[in-house]
């Protein structure tokens, strides 16, 4: 039996590695390739994503802008009906009082059913018989 030279078998070994050593580097390119792809997709998601947000966030700031503006005409309102029903609280009893003078009442009477000071009773006839006079 012939006995198998080392240097054959180190060639050998060699071109196994060799082989072995392309295998991993085609099978680490087709990997990084469909990293790739994998990570353009994900771009191309997190853009449309990021453009989505964006349109949904603008017309929350327009309601948030129309809400404050609604909210502010809201109190001004308020503020209005106030002032409106403190007029008419007032105006009230001397709204009653001239159609009581109409009526015939007298100063006493305008007194003690409308609420009125004496002076005022006094000047609420004084008036209503100015205007009858006119």
């Keep these: ?59 929350s700031t327009g309601v948030d802008e129309r809400q404050l503006r609604i909210e502010r005409q809201l109190d001004q309102l308020r503020s209005r009906q106030d002032d409106l029903e403190l007029q008419a609280a007032n105006a009230r009893p001397y709204g009653q009082a001239m159609k009581l003078v109409e009526g015939g009442a007298n100063v006493d009477e305008l007194v003690a059913s409308c609420g009125l000071s004496r002076g005022e009773a006094e000047l609420v006839a004084s008036l209503y018989r100015l205007e009858k006079a006119s």
């Design 1 to 59: 039996m012939q006995a198998f030279e080392p240097h054959w078998l180190i060639l050998v070994v060699a071109g196994v590695l060799l082989a072995c050593s392309a295998l991993l580097s085609l099978a680490l390119a087709v990997q990084v390739r469909e990293l790739k792809r994998k990570d353009q997709l994900l771009e191309a998601a997190i853009r449309g994503l990021r453009a989505e947000l964006s349109q949904k966030s603008r017309p």
